[in-house]
């Protein structure tokens, strides 16, 4: 650990900043993890693409079909490849609270820089707001590590800024990652200024929460390394041209990646995100693979589409 539970914000204000990624996990034809892949691809978003931070064993990474030990497994490697180059956030979201628990000390323990704790599904609660104090504040209590929260739809319904803000006054939580409509993460951030990092994996509207918000932390989703390749890092570009203050040149550099954005809207097929970034990641030269139950694998009619669109996109690569 690099700071105390006491300076987790502190800490967090100054190192938890810039683009952070959420990394899939490449597989093995027979599903295995593929650990050399998973490596090198953590090199390439580092050393090629200037990536500042990345999300491990997250939704992207399809952590609901990896086991506790592949979990731990997959933080074990980013230490590893990160090796003070970039910043770490380890998912221990899970439904089981022993299970989060387990994947937040083991975190905390191998060399982790925080951790992400999704919203838990919650039925038959009428106090909903006090479940999610109690629930975070537990989390708190015990570990010293910096927390994160995260509030997406999954869960069956949205945080709202103000049960937020609560939490957010507890030590050690440091930011957020607020998959929600843009109306309510604009009154989160008015409410807790600089306290947290707020956060949403809208790329799209990255640009415009640094000029308007004052934000300072993406987190996060794969855009950073669909969107760039080591000799085209426009998403970073326009990232520093913003917190420069230089946002006309910010906004012309971002709009230039729009038939980028576009070819893979066109591209991606309904209810197959993951097995999309993967194959997309393949065609930019990174290691992609298939993925597992209950995700959906590409059929070969939708990679011809996703081949077409990428040959013209305009990425240079």
């Not at 914000?9 to 899939?24: T, V």
């Not at 990255?206 to 085209?232: A, M, V």
Request: proline share 4%; hydrophobic share 40%.
């Amino acid at each position: 650990m690099q700071y105390s539970r006491l300076d987790a914000k502190d800490y967090a204000r100054e190192h938890m900043r810039g683009i952070w990624a959420a990394a899939l996990n490449p597989f093995n034809p027979d599903l295995s993890l593929n650990e050399a892949g998973l490596r090198a691809n953590i090199r390439h978003w580092i050393d090629d693409l200037g990536i500042e931070g990345l999300f491990i064993a997250g939704k992207q990474g399809e952590f609901f079909s990896m086991s506790l030990d592949e979990r731990k497994r997959n933080f074990d490697i980013a230490v590893d490849e990160c090796g003070g180059k970039a910043g770490t956030i380890m998912s221990a979201s899970d439904q089981n609270f022993d299970t989060v628990r387990a994947l937040a000390r083991y975190a905390q323990d191998c060399g982790a820089d925080y951790v992400v704790v999704h919203a838990p599904v919650l039925s038959f609660v009428h106090d909903r707001g006090e479940v999610l104090y109690q629930y975070y504040k537990t989390l708190c209590d015990e570990l010293d590590i910096g927390i994160a929260m995260w509030s997406h739809p999954d869960s069956g319904y949205l945080m709202t800024p103000e049960e937020c803000a609560r939490i957010a006054d507890l030590p050690n939580i440091v930011a957020i990652k607020y998959s929600v409509p843009r109306e309510m993460y604009v009154r989160l951030s008015h409410m807790v200024g600089d306290t947290i990092h707020v956060s949403t994996s809208a790329e799209d509207e990255w640009l415009d929460n640094i000029e308007e918000l004052g934000w300072k932390l993406y987190l996060c989703s794969s855009p950073p390394y669909h969107l760039q390749t080591k000799n085209d890092r426009r998403m970073h570009e326009y990232t520093q041209l913003a917190f420069a203050g230089n946002f006309a040149e910010a906004r012309r550099v971002r709009d230039s990646l729009n038939p980028v954005r576009e070819a893979m809207r066109r591209a991606r097929p309904a209810d197959k995100p993951q097995a999309f970034g993967k194959y997309w990641q393949e065609l930019l030269g990174q290691v992609g693979g298939p993925v597992r139950a209950p995700m959906l694998n590409l059929s070969d009619a939708e990679k011809e589409i996703v081949r077409r669109e990428f040959a013209g996109c305009g990425l240079t690569l």
